[in-house]
């Protein structure tokens, strides 16, 4: 019996959700095989390893350092209690309170998993990120591979459902295929038992579905994207979909997610968005400035030994300076700038700048070798072929009115924000001098990596120097102190 035959009528319907892509071409196929939600869901894990583990098999909890409950009790707990004596359980607990993805934790994770006959993550989106990468890892080129099922611990990131694993190389966040979980179990109890703060960083998260969404699509006008290595595939209307026709839902939810039916339904538009980025294959409808920008407001944190905000608090500022970024270049695009020549970047001068913009938090220059590393693909496709903006200009009366139906203005998104209990300025965040690093953020999201996203479009336009940056700012209402 297959995980997605276990499906209980108040699961999330995946098989039917299958069947409504079934027509869409150039999708992965969907392995998440079961997603378990609502009060009591862990009740069901029994009945899970039932299906996916031998008897007598090991299984290997990972677990976060950070103390966790489940309806006022320990969730380590309940999760060995409802394990029952059938297999023999080891709990391995991952780096400290402040977890890192870096190769070392990894590897770790790795060899705690190996000759597992299932492997259970319990934590934060970092915690399953590792979970995720150490059971591909544990098991490679198997089919199926290491019976893998992640107990989600709060709303806060999209991360639970995909296949993918953000990991520090070098000290850059980079995106990496790992695999599905076989299950994912989201109890309500456990969820409610989250810091708050942690739970609404799930909103800011997916305040990205208005700005990835253009991003990606612009990517694929470009028609660059697809042919770099690794590159994101072809804009898809019906994968952006799935999340965006939520935003209603999202919108009218973020006052309310002191209630165990807003949690609930906040991790229900999580899970999907995290099932649109495994199924296009990429991260890109789900990512794209706003996540550059947030992952280098992480790097530098932890580059300095700062604290960093959770991610999904990061992203949802990042996303208002995303969207008005948009509206710059849009009103420049108005104004003439898309009829002259692109403004292509040297790739010596770009590779100064980087090493420049990373030499301060890591003087070994590994940060911005491999930075530059990644850039240095998109800039040669950028170089080559051609006018960079030859199609952008031939589609551009289209894209523009499909672009009125995905952004939506940075106002409209600072009100979702603060209806949640959420930061609308980079002030709010933790972190000394916040709009000098909110500044060099946005200078360098475009260098950071592969992924062509509006910041690279403003470039092309020249309408990214430092007034452009600092107007941005300003307008978007993101600099130091509430909005």
């Keep these: 019996m297959t995980a997605r035959d276990q499906a209980g009528a108040g699961d999330l319907d995946l098989t039917a959700l299958e069947r409504d892509l079934a027509g869409t071409t150039g999708l992965q196929p969907l392995g998440l095989g079961q997603v378990i939600d609502g009060a009591g869901a862990l009740d069901q894990l029994t009945k899970v390893i039932a299906g996916l583990c031998p008897a007598g098999a090991a299984i290997v909890v990972l677990a976060a350092a950070t103390p966790m409950r489940s309806a006022g009790q320990d969730l380590r707990h309940v999760i060995e209690t409802s394990l029952g004596t059938r297999n023999a359980v080891r709990w391995c607990v991952i780096g400290g309170l402040d977890v890192h993805a870096d190769e070392l934790t990894v590897s770790a994770a790795t060899a705690a998993v190996t000759g597992a006959g299932c492997v259970i993550t319990v934590g934060s989106g970092t915690l399953t990120d590792i979970g995720k990468a150490a059971a591909a890892r544990a098991a490679p080129g198997a089919a199926p591979g290491v019976p893998l099922i992640c107990v989600q611990t709060a709303t806060s990131v999209n991360g639970y459902a995909d296949p993918f694993s953000v990991l520090l190389r070098d000290g850059v966040k980079r995106t990496t295929a790992s695999r599905w979980p076989d299950v994912l179990i989201a109890d309500t109890d456990v969820l409610a038992s989250a810091p708050p703060d942690l739970n609404r960083a799930g909103v800011g998260d997916m305040m990205a579905m208005f700005t990835a969404s253009a991003d990606w699509q612009l990517a694929s006008v470009l028609g660059r994207a697809t042919a770099m290595p690794g590159g994101d595939p072809p804009w898809n209307a019906a994968v952006a979909h799935l999340t965006r026709s939520r935003a209603g839902e999202l919108f009218a939810l973020a006052a309310r997610l002191n209630s165990a039916a807003g949690l609930a339904a906040l991790a229900r538009i999580l899970t999907l968005s995290g099932i649109a980025m495994g199924v296009a294959g990429s991260t890109a409808p789900a990512s794209g400035m706003e996540h550059a920008v947030s992952h280098l407001l992480e790097m530098a944190a932890t580059a300095r030994g700062e604290p960093a905000a959770f991610h999904g608090t990061q992203v949802g500022v990042a996303s208002l300076v995303a969207a008005q970024t948009w509206s710059h270049v849009r009103r420049r695009v108005e104004a003439g700038a898309l009829l002259r020549p692109a403004c292509v970047?040297?790739?010596?001068?770009?590779?100064?700048?980087?090493?420049?913009?990373?030499?301060?938090?890591?003087?070994?220059?590994?940060?911005?070798?491999?930075?530059?590393?990644?850039?240095?693909?998109?800039?040669?496709?950028?170089?080559?072929?051609?006018?960079?903006?030859?199609?952008?200009?031939?589609?551009?009366?289209?894209?523009?009115?499909?672009?009125?139906?995905?952004?939506?203005?940075?106002?409209?998104?600072?009100?979702?924000?603060?209806?949640?209990?959420?930061?609308?300025?980079?002030?709010?965040?933790?972190?000394?001098?916040?709009?000098?690093?909110?500044?060099?953020?946005?200078?360098?999201?475009?260098?950071?990596?592969?992924?062509i996203g509006v910041a690279d479009l403003a470039m092309l336009l020249g309408a990214w120097q430092e007034d452009d940056i600092d107007e941005v700012l300003v307008s978007s209402g993101t600099l130091a102190g509430p909005s």
Excluded: H, N, V
């Excluded at 070994?364 to 998109?378: H, Q, R, S, V």
């Excluded at 672009?403 to 409209?412: N, P, Q, R």
């Design 345 to 451: 970047p040297d790739p010596d001068l770009a590779r100064r700048r980087i090493e420049e913009a990373f030499a301060r938090l890591d003087p070994t220059g590994a940060m911005a070798a491999e930075c530059y590393a990644d850039y240095a693909l998109k800039l040669r496709l950028l170089t080559a072929g051609g006018d960079p903006l030859a199609a952008l200009r031939a589609a551009w009366p289209l894209l523009s009115q499909e672009l009125d139906g995905l952004l939506i203005d940075a106002g409209e998104l600072a009100a979702t924000l603060r209806s949640a209990g959420l930061p609308t300025s980079f002030g709010q965040l933790p972190g000394a001098d916040p709009d000098a690093t909110a500044r060099w953020a946005l200078a360098c999201c475009a260098l950071q990596r592969q992924r």
